[in-house]
DNA sequence: CAGTGGTCTAGACCACTGG
DNA sequence: CAGTGGTCTAGACCACTGC
């Protein structure tokens, strides 16, 4: 009988007994909770497969009409992925065709593929202490290592004034300039040299790097006017109206590994959200 | 026996049949359909109790489980609402404290009770010809009737200038500027007079009096500049950057019902969002 | 074909609500 | 207390994948 399995009676609470608080909590979101700590700490990689249905049952000593509430649960929260008839799979967010995790930008024309065709150019990339509003949202002490990044990304297609040339290879135009601060103890090794020499999504380099898996995000959206160096990295005026989003995203556990400040420019694209 | 309820059986693929492309779905999203088709029929009304699972299992001549899991999938949706030990209830849209549906707006400062303390202030409300684009969102015939909506809402709060007096009983500040076109043929006696007269949010007098439930909504969101009377309604500078919100929201069935732009003076507010 | 997730059932028991 | 939704189980069968 395989020992080092958490035994789930023994958190169950007992009963009969009559005890104030223990917050009783059902059984299968407390498999859940053993699961995600399995992902935490790296039992099953991204992309990979985790143990069927039947195992995990047999694992936990539950049925598996009740490992199957809590991945279902955990699949809606897009922590892992179903794919009938070969197994269930921790989601890698940065798969093929999700180039930009949690951009939002959409071209205004041509609305196919949402994110695709932006080039990206590394501005900047230092580690430095952290600034105190930033610590403070990253959950730091004030003077932590920070590493901050510095970003321009840019639109391959031609520019709304539609002229008859020049449908291909004019000049891309700057769309989003992202300032990005992450915490240097999470992030000991990441240069300038490791960002450009990636192919693929940032997050997909944060998860196969420095085992650094994004989960959810906060987002504040301001309508800010352009100013000083940002206005000319973007190529526009001074005070052109430009979307600024501050984005707080978080890992395993609710705890916030990335702040980006983005600066985007709405001329020939929108940020689209859906309500619910 | 009771006639009447649709025979489940004979929508499910049957077994054996080698025919093409019925599509087969699972019978839990055939009973999740006849249940949104009562809701559009009307046959339980919002904040109403529906049948109990028991009920509805003998109704439809499935399990308790099935049910369930068309239920579950419906409460997710938002169109339902669980509660333990008392039933199953349709979704009321805008109940006390969702003052406003889909109004993402939170003040920087104080952010207990999201968009709480706004005033509404209605500007104008007429019938007219839908215009080529509106009429286009909303899947109207070109020069269909439309209701055209326009109103302004303000901030009691003082502004973000903190001065030592004043806490309390300064001059609002206007916030959001909304533009709204509903198709007139749902929206019949819909007036001004209706409009001031009424407590409580827009959505839910479309509920009460038009019986038009909104369901979910798409925005496209972009940085503008402030011009001309818009300017002048929201006491900005022209040229000031404000957060152009298009929202396009929609009822049972994926209809386009409504449609809003806003333009919300993102100063001292800001537009949170949540990603996953 | 075996193994996976997906659906459906039937029944037991628990937790919460209200009379 | 009866009635509701919430959890858990056990087993059957189906649909999809890959060998």
Chains 1, 2 share one sequence.
């Not at 035994?7 to 009963?15: L, R």
């Not at 009783?24 to 990689?45: D, N, R």
């Not at 041509?110 to 932006?118: D, K, R, S, T």
């Not at 430095?128 to 004030?142: G, S, Y």
Request: glycine share 8%; proline share 7%; hydrophobic share 45%.
């Amino acid at each position: 009988m395989p020992a080092a399995t958490p035994d789930v009676s023994a958190t169950h609470a007992a009963p009969g007994s009559t005890e104030a608080a223990p917050a009783f909590s059902p059984l299968y979101q407390q498999i859940k909770s053993l699961i995600v700590s399995s992902l935490q700490a790296g039992e099953w990689q991204p992309g990979q497969a985790i143990p069927s249905e039947m195992e995990l049952a047999a694992r936990y000593k539950v049925s598996q009409g009740t490992v199957r509430k809590a991945i279902d649960e955990m699949a809606t929260d897009n922590l892992l992925v179903r794919r009938q008839g070969k197994g269930t799979f921790v989601a890698t967010h940065a798969e093929a065709g999700t180039q930009y995790r949690f951009l939002r930008l959409a071209p205004d024309v041509n609305p196919v593929g949402a994110g695709a065709g932006l080039q990206r150019r590394l501005l900047d990339c230092r580690r430095m202490r952290a600034p105190a509003e930033v610590a403070r949202l990253l959950a730091l002490k004030v003077g932590e290592p920070a590493v901050q990044v510095r970003r321009l990304l840019l639109a391959a297609a031609a520019p709304a004034t539609g002229s008859s040339e020049s449908a291909a290879g004019a000049e891309p135009a700057p769309v989003v300039l992202d300032d990005i601060w992450l915490p240097g103890a999470l992030f000991k090794g990441l240069t300038a040299e490791r960002l450009v020499a990636w192919r693929g999504a940032m997050y997909r380099l944060f998860e196969a790097e420095f085992s650094v898996r994004m989960i959810r995000a906060e987002e504040k959206l301001r309508a800010v006017a352009a100013a000083g160096e940002d206005a000319s990295l973007l190529a526009v005026a001074p005070g052109t109206p430009l979307l600024s989003v501050e984005r707080l995203s978080f890992t395993y556990g609710d705890r916030p590994v990335e702040l980006r400040r983005g600066l985007y420019h709405t001329q020939a694209h929108h940020y689209r959200n859906e309500l619910n």
